[in-house]
């Protein structure tokens, strides 16, 4: 008997002579695979992986919200969206195994365990069937390896999604290759259904299609004969598989944004993710995912012993001949018809580099983690059928020289020898190394695990307030593990160094995983601050804290005297105390302290904070804003965060929110107003009172920091423009604006110092549709930061706030910058928009004599209809005239009240709906301001009063409003008289 050389196909040797010995040796080699790929996978599955994983804990919760009822749909939504064919079956293991987390895992291994038995089948069967020397020995190397590899090891194990998609893969194959070498139909719908499956189980299956057509497509370009005569059976196999996938499909019709938004997210052609160099991610991606199978794996301890490899040094030789012979013999050949073997046999070469290219394509362009193997998982069966491709290639050369029965002898041992190897490696690197590694106990949060269960019997006590400190608000696996601390505890956001004193007459315990607030956080110097004793309650493998208890006593937690507002018992280790505030955000909180630095370099980062307290529980939910704000009003930097999120506040809880925020170290130096506010749900900021009730408009100035000189950005010369001596403009943007009259648009210049002395002015041109300066203003380069205080290649970025001079009629106008005797700089267009002015009013239905200011007056108003109905607009234009140019932009009320005063509806604006802001106006000019008010549905009919004004929208005082005789209007609102509403 010939053994075929590198190139040749083994498939058609007959095995040993006796079919029914093979088959009995072959399933007995099988049993010793399976058992030992089972013992991997479930071997203390109880205790492995420790902890529970943030995102397994959502996968329990999710399916133990299918299993009790709560929610069974087609796609799961929550979070970034998630195929439900894994949350489906955990929900079935709970049933067996109650709420636990190792229903999980076990459902996870039950997976694993299939796609070795499921590997074996499809391995034989493609590569010549049982009664061939590589069909036979295919199965079982590849199953084998399989069994064996640590890759697929910690993934059987860890409970994602990601598992169930293998098996339904070699399920589909498996069943499509018998349908082809039998013909029959419910081979082929069984393939269909397990093909419609795989749509259920992760988002990279998307991409199993795409194989399936490119390989079905190969095969009828090789053989076109033999596909032909099974258009009938893949015609079936559609058919079942849109039967079964047809649900998930009409999900997606109707919810197109769920079907890529985890790729969106992760994949290189996100610009954000790669800062616009795709194709440079890609190249970098592409290099790390070829070489973490023989070079370096993937470093995220979930999912691999980080960082090994896929293969071994033994392995990847074996892989790059098994990949040598399937380059060869994929390609179509000519053969002899062959009725007990018709599948061609470069089918199988063909179809493993296909799968192999298009499922390692997530792996491939996904930024996130790389080399990111998790996402390349429906690869991993034909991973390993090139190291057995390329086994039984060097068994054949081995049997040349040997005979026939001491062949399948030798190929046995082979087999032992290589799942023994693989195995006991394996098993050392998962339950020796792995097991015990500090990375792994934090990638699989134990810390949080541990943390819930010492929360959990410390709420049970019920002796103290506690505060589970985490980086995650209502954290998974600590909702998983102990849910009495969904609402019974309350939970801090640990990374932002923030800190909350519980109200009550019990002292306040406070569980911090390491994670979450490390040893020196700026959170545990706040704790140590008030007096708590801390104590460590569990540790890491290397014996590191993992958990500390930190206790606070009631006597010694920061409270508010409440008849002073003052806040007693909070040392902020500044000598001199802050200024207090008392200040009223809504009527949800007192504002007391600000803690801002009086100066800082300018390094790219603030930290300030605020001391607060809650006035009342909330239903809704609000965030704490602060912002860095020049003399300009510019703002330079904005955080908008909340560590103690609002639905847990009580009456009387304290906090001290620490804010970071980061800015362009090239913003000029000089002072700079730290603002806060407390916003709604729609970010919208809430007004602010004092103590006394009056208004003090939406912000509030928690104190002013100095951005000394030293800092900021110094470089080499960059390319630009010189403007004179000692200056050069190094950028400038193409404005392409539209603005009213009086409206304004931001302009930013990016200068940079050189030698010489530079001018301290410059000068911005307005140019007509003629090119002829129609309008000049004079600015300085940088208000508080003179260029002469610049060092030597210091950059600095002003930005300027500009305003269309009054003189300067609607149209379109082109913005040229001069400085000194430099040439002028084309800055781009803005276009003056907005309706022509009047100087003499129109037509007015009701006059009205009132004043407001020193510079406003209301001339009368039109209104239509009348009577007015409910749930219908209400159309009121208001007439106004300056007497002079205002000073600042003002906001238009149109308020409707009933007879008892009540609000029923109200629209603010600047006038003509910010077309026409006060900035604009000219002295004798008339505006018309037309408003639609809304009229609420289920206003009741009857006689209601149109209240209107202007208010300074920064301080929310309103304007004094003055009537004909010279009096005040009540609240400074002029009243325009009875409006009707009739049903």
């Known amino acids: ?530 007096g708590a004793t801390f104590e460590t309650v569990a540790t890491d493998p290397v014996g590191k804290p993992s958990v500390v208890k930190a206790v606070v006593p009631r006597d010694r937690a920061p409270h508010v005297d409440p008849t002073s507002l003052t806040l007693i018992g909070f040392d902020n280790g500044d000598d001199a105390p802050p200024p207090s505030l008392a200040l009223s955000l809504g009527s949800d909180a007192w504002l007391l302290e600000g803690d801002v630095p009086a100066e800082r370099p300018r390094d790219g980062l603030l930290r300030v904070g605020a001391i607060w307290q809650a006035r009342q529980a909330l239903d809704q939910a609000r965030t704490f804003a602060v912002r860095l704000v020049d003399s300009q009003g510019q703002v330079w930097g904005q955080d908008d965060r909340l560590s103690y999120l609002s639905d847990q506040w009580r009456p009387g809880d304290v906090g001290w929110q620490q804010f970071e925020m980061r800015y362009d170290r090239a913003l000029p130096a000089g002072p700079y107003r730290l603002e806060l506010a407390l916003t709604d749900a729609e970010r919208k900021p809430l007004p602010i009172t004092g103590a006394d009730g009056s208004l003090k408009g939406l912000w509030t100035t928690l104190g002013t920091v100095e951005m000394k000189a030293d800092g900021g950005e110094v470089d080499q010369a960059q390319a630009g423009q010189d403007q004179g001596s000692g200056l050069r403009l190094v950028r400038q943007p193409t404005l392409d604006a539209v603005v009213p009259p009086g409206g304004s648009t931001t302009l930013g210049l990016t200068w940079q110092r050189s030698e010489g002395q530079p001018a301290e002015t410059m000068s911005l041109e307005w140019l007509d549709a003629a090119g002829q300066a129609v309008a000049r203003q004079t600015l300085p380069i940088a208000t508080t930061y003179p260029p002469s205080r610049w060092r030597v290649g210091e950059i600095v970025k002003p930005r300027y706030r500009v305003t269309p001079p009054t003189t300067l009629e609607v149209g379109a106008y082109r913005l040229r910058l001069r400085v000194g005797d430099a040439g002028p700089v084309d800055l781009g267009k803005i276009a003056v928009q907005g309706p022509p002015r009047r100087f003499e009013p129109g037509p007015i239905q009701h006059s009205v004599s009132a004043r407001l200011g020193s510079s406003i007056t209301l001339l009368g108003y039109d209104v239509a209809p009348t009577p007015a109905a409910p749930g219908q607009p209400l159309r009121v234009t208001l007439h106004w005239r300056a007497l002079a140019a205002p000073d600042r932009g003002y906001t238009r009320f149109l308020h409707l009240v009933d007879a008892g005063g009540q609000l029923r509806a109200q629209s603010d604006s600047p006038p003509a709906g910010g077309t026409r802001p006060t900035t604009g106006w000219v002295e004798g000019e008339v505006v018309a301001d037309t408003v639609q008010l809304t009229l609420p549905a289920d206003l009741p009919p009857g006689r209601y009063h149109l209240l209107t004004g202007l208010y300074d929208p920064t301080t929310l005082a309103r304007l004094p409003a003055l009537n004909a005789a010279n009096a005040p209007w009540p609240n400074a609102a002029v009243d325009l008289g009875e409006i009707e509403i009739q049903r």
């Open 1 to 530: 008997m010939t053994v075929p050389q590198l190139g040749q196909d083994a498939r058609l040797r007959p095995a040993v002579p006796s079919r029914w010995a093979a088959w009995r040796f072959d399933w007995a080699l099988l049993a010793v695979v399976m058992l030992v790929g089972i013992g991997l996978r479930f071997y203390r599955i109880d205790s492995l992986p420790p902890g529970l994983h943030y995102d397994q804990a959502e996968n329990a919760l999710l399916a133990w919200e299918t299993y009790i009822g709560q929610t069974r749909p087609i796609f799961y939504t929550a979070y970034t969206g998630m195929e439900p064919l894994m949350f489906y079956s955990i929900a079935g293991m709970m049933s067996l195994v109650g709420r636990t987390g190792r229903a999980i895992h076990l459902t996870s291994a039950v997976y694993g365990s299939l796609t070795i038995l499921l590997t074996f089948l499809l391995a034989r069967e493609a590569f010549g069937g049982a009664r061939t020397w590589q069909g036979r020995w295919m199965g079982l190397f590849t199953a084998g390896l399989v069994a064996t590899s640590a890759w697929h090891l910690v993934n059987s194990r860890n409970g994602f999604r990601v598992i169930t998609l293998p098996m339904c893969e070699m399920a589909t194959l498996w069943a499509l290759w018998v349908a082809f070498r039998t013909q029959q139909r419910r081979w082929y719908a069984l393939a269909g259904a397990a093909l419609g499956l795989t749509a259920y189980t992760y988002y990279a299956s998307r991409l199993v299609p795409v194989a399936l057509v490119l390989w079905l497509a190969w095969l009828a370009v090789g053989e076109w004969r033999f596909m032909r005569a099974r258009l009938g059976g893949l015609a079936v196999l559609l058919v079942a598989a849109t039967v079964i996938a047809t649900p998930l499909f009409v999900f997606y019709a109707q919810n197109p944004e769920y079907l890529f938004v985890r790729a969106d997210q992760t994949w290189a052609l996100n610009p954000d993710l790669t800062g616009g160099d795709t194709w440079g991610a890609m190249r970098d991606n592409v290099v790390e995912v070829l070489g973490m199978f023989s070079v370096k794996g993937d470093h995220n301890w979930r999912f691999n012993i980080a960082p090994w490899p896929i293969f071994d040094p033994l392995l990847s030789i074996l892989a790059a001949l098994g990949l040598a012979v399937c380059l060869w013999r994929a390609w179509p050949r000519r053969r002899p018809p062959d009725e007990d073997d018709p599948v061609p046999p470069w089918a199988a070469y063909a179809m493993t580099l296909i799968w192999l290219g298009i499922m390692l394509i997530p792996s491939f362009l996904s930024v996130e983690g790389r080399p990111n193997s998790v996402r390349g998982l429906g690869a991993l069966p034909f991973v390993y059928v090139l190291p057995a491709l390329g086994l039984v290639v060097a068994l054949d050369w081995l049997n040349r020289r040997v005979q026939a029965r001491q062949r399948v002898a030798l190929a046995a041992v082979v087999c032992l020898a290589l799942v023994a190897g693989e195995g006991i490696r394996t098993a050392y690197g998962y339950f020796d190394y792995w097991a015990n590694a500090p990375d792994t106990y934090y990638h699989y949060d134990t810390d949080y695990v541990t943390l819930a269960h010492l929360a959990g019997q410390e709420l049970a006590a019920g002796q103290s307030e506690v505060v589970v400190v985490t980086e995650h608000y209502k954290h998974n696996s600590i909702a998983w593990e102990a849910p009495a601390t969904l609402d019974q505890g309350r939970w801090l956001d640990g990374q932002q160094g923030s800190v909350v004193f519980p109200a009550g007459q019990r002292d306040i315990v406070y569980f911090l995983a390491r994670t979450a607030a490390e040893p020196n956080s700026r959170l545990r110097r706040r704790l140590r601050d008030v």
